[in-house]
Structure formats: structure tokens, C-alpha cells
């Protein structure tokens, strides 16, 4: 049995729910340009955590699906167009939100696909021109 902390989300409107459980593997904000194009923001905010913390718990026939690459499989509220959530199958995380799961405290600790910023954020936390290498990408740091 697992005492682990959840944390509720849900879309604009309220058709789609989901919970996450534990602790995400990792969180900060992303600069590529698919997440700018796909969210129409400047940066996404993401939490990363296993699939199997992630569990829609209303509105599951409700969401729509779109994969421009096999890396991702972007998710939305099929009523109100609300992003929910990115499924990243090669890397084994799902990508839910920061912005729909506001219980959870969002501590940034890295920024990634920095390389392709178009808003530079001086926080301190580390860049990656691209993707951490556990993530697969080429570890490489950029200046901030
Ligand atoms: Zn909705
Ligand atoms: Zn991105």
C-alpha cells in the first residue's frame, strides 16, 4: 500500500481529471520550439513522472491525441481544448502539466532545448542546449 502524497488536476473546464502520485522525476521548463507552437506560450512548464503515477480519473474518453513525432503524444481536453498532458514513450515519462496541477509546489530545477529559447530565464538553475543525457540528449549546458 502507498502512503505517497497525490495531487489532483484538471482541464480548463473540468471535463478531464487526473491524479499523480509520489514525487515527479523531474521538473523545470522547456524552450523547444514544439512546445511554443503546441501550447502557444514561450516556455512549457513541465513535471515529469512514471505512467503509472498518472492516472485520468474522469473525462478519459474525452481526450484527444496528437503525435507530430513518436516522441510525444500530446493530450487535450476534446470539450474546452485544454492541455493536459504529454506522454514521452522513449523516454518512460508522462509530462503532466505544471499549470494543471497547481497543488503541487513547482520547484524548477533545470531548463531544457535552452538552445531554442525565445525567453531567456536567469534563475540560476542549469541550461541544456538540448536534453539531459538520461533523457538522451547530449548533457551539453548553454549559457543562461
Ligand atoms: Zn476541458
Ligand atoms: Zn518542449
Not at 495531487?7 to 509520489?22: D, I, K, P, Q
Not at 474518453?61 to 503525435?67: E, F, K, L, R, V
Not at 525567453?119 to 543525457?133: S, T
Amino acid at each position: 500500500m502507498s502512503t505517497a502524497r497525490t495531487y489532483t488536476g484538471r482541464c480548463f473546464c473540468g471535463a478531464v481529471e487526473l491524479v499523480v502520485s509520489g514525487d515527479p522525476a523531474l521538473m523545470g521548463y522547456c524552450h523547444c520550439e514544439s512546445c511554443r507552437r503546441w501550447s502557444a506560450g514561450p516556455v512549457n512548464a513541465f513535471t515529469l513522472w512514471k505512467p503509472e503515477s498518472v492516472k485520468i480519473t474522469k473525462g478519459a474518453n474525452n481526450i484527444g491525441s496528437y503525435s507530430k513525432t513518436p516522441q510525444s503524444n500530446r493530450k487535450w481536453c476534446k470539450t474546452c481544448g485544454g492541455h493536459i498532458l504529454t506522454e514521452h514513450p522513449s523516454m518512460g515519462l508522462t509530462d503532466v502539466y505544471a499549470a494543471v496541477i497547481p497543488d503541487l509546489a513547482f520547484k524548477p530545477g533545470v531548463h531544457v532545448h535552452y538552445q531554442e529559447t525565445v525567453l531567456r530565464i536567469k534563475d540560476g538553475a542549469p541550461k541544456m542546449k538540448d536534453l539531459p543525457k538520461q533523457a538522451g540528449g547530449s548533457g551539453m549546458e548553454v549559457p543562461e
